[in-house]
């Protein structure tokens, strides 16, 4: 199993990446999440890995930390949740937001990200909801801490946080910025409306 590559990365879009590891460049399918955090081009990247095995297909995933992989191997516990699914999960949150969400079984919020539909955020929150909890504990979460303040970054507000890293702004600048547009014009306000906001406060 590939748990780790460290390379160079000579290749990035929002989902995919390719790192150059001694010559072999190997092809890392990644959420929003870790494109956010990736270094430029021709800079070297290390990424925690998840090799999923299929009868006709070996498909890399890469994480920004090992909070995400381990929130992606978990979502994969879910029965209907496969990996493109999970990717997808992991792109509309933080993997913190992510267990504070399943560990506080707020379906309502878990139902905003993009491609969860009320059965999936249902069964997510049986399966999970003590493993998710678990992982908070251990990673030192303040309870409730999931859906308000800083890195509640799901939808239009993960979009705009993305928009701004494109522009090269870094976090926490971004996440602080985006989060006070979003205090300012509601959490009904869409990605264009936030970014334009929120480079008021940089």
């Known amino acids: ?20 590891v001694n010559g072999v460049g190997y092809g890392v399918n990644i959420s929003a999440y870790t494109a956010g955090k990736l270094p430029e081009v021709e800079s070297e990247v290390t990424l925690y890995t998840n090799l999923v095995v299929r009868e006709d297909s070996m498909t890399l995933f890469g994480f920004a930390d090992k909070t995400e992989k381990d929130s992606f191997i978990m979502l994969l516990e ?35 990200i993009k491609g969860l539909g009320k059965k999936t955020c249902e069964q997510m929150v049986l399966s999970l909801k003590d493993k998710a909890g678990a992982m908070l504990q251990a990673l030192g979460d303040v309870e409730g801490s999931g859906i308000t303040g800083m890195g509640a970054l799901t939808g239009p ?11 090269g702004v870094k976090d926490p600048a971004a996440e602080k910025a985006v989060m006070k547009a979003a205090e300012i014009l509601g959490d009904s306000a869409d990605a264009a409306t936030l970014i334009p906001e929120a480079l008021k406060y940089l």
């Open 1 to 20: 199993m590939i748990e780790r590559i460290r390379g160079i990365l000579i290749e990035k879009s929002p989902t995919f990446v390719v790192v150059d």
């Open 78 to 112: 879910v029965n209907g949740v496969g990996p493109k699914l999970a990717q997808r999960i992991l792109s509309g949150s933080s993997p913190a937001d992510l267990l504070n969400m399943i560990a506080s079984d707020n379906k309502s919020a878990l139902g905003k």
């Open 157 to 167: 507000k993960m979009e705009a946080v993305l928009a701004l890293h494109t522009l």
